[in-house]
């Protein structure tokens, strides 16, 4: 059974860093896009990063290019995302979703309509 958890959330100073963590079971990321996104109170859900199968290729949504990572640990079959210099703007509850990919692939999005399978959330406030 397909299962992502995320974790690392929680309350931080504008300025200040987090790393959030998808954790992936009952399959493979070397076949699976990851895409992180996020929900604000009142907000439509949005696109935040996503990595490609291949682990290579990256997108991120133009308000955090620069300030966040995506990567993965292939040995944790564990997704990341580093989020550096946060604002206000960035509090929400962060997701991370998968979507079958062709090994290898170069190819990934962060519409969520591209993605079937999602984790429960975790919370980021940044708040001084």
């Known amino acids: 059974q397909l299962r992502l958890v995320e974790s690392g959330g929680g309350l931080v100073q504008p300025g200040g860093s987090l790393r959030l963590s998808c954790a992936a079971s009952g399959f493979t990321l070397d076949y699976y896009a990851i895409g992180w996104f996020r929900q604000a109170p009142g907000k439509e859900r949005e696109g935040v990063s996503c990595?490609?199968?291949?682990?290579?290729?990256?997108n991120y949504a133009d308000s955090v290019k620069g300030r966040f990572t995506i990567s993965r640990d292939n040995a944790k079959n564990t997704v990341y995302l580093r989020m550096n210099s946060l604002k206000p703007e960035d509090t929400a509850v962060y997701y991370c979703?998968?979507?079958?990919?062709?090994?290898?692939?170069?190819?990934?999005?962060?519409?969520?309509?591209?993605?079937?399978?999602w984790g429960q959330g975790t919370q980021v406030t940044v708040s001084s």
């Open positions: 979703a998968a979507r079958w990919a062709t090994m290898n692939s170069e190819v990934c999005g962060i519409q969520s309509r591209e993605y079937n399978s």
């Open positions: 990595l490609s199968s291949s682990g290579h290729s990256t």
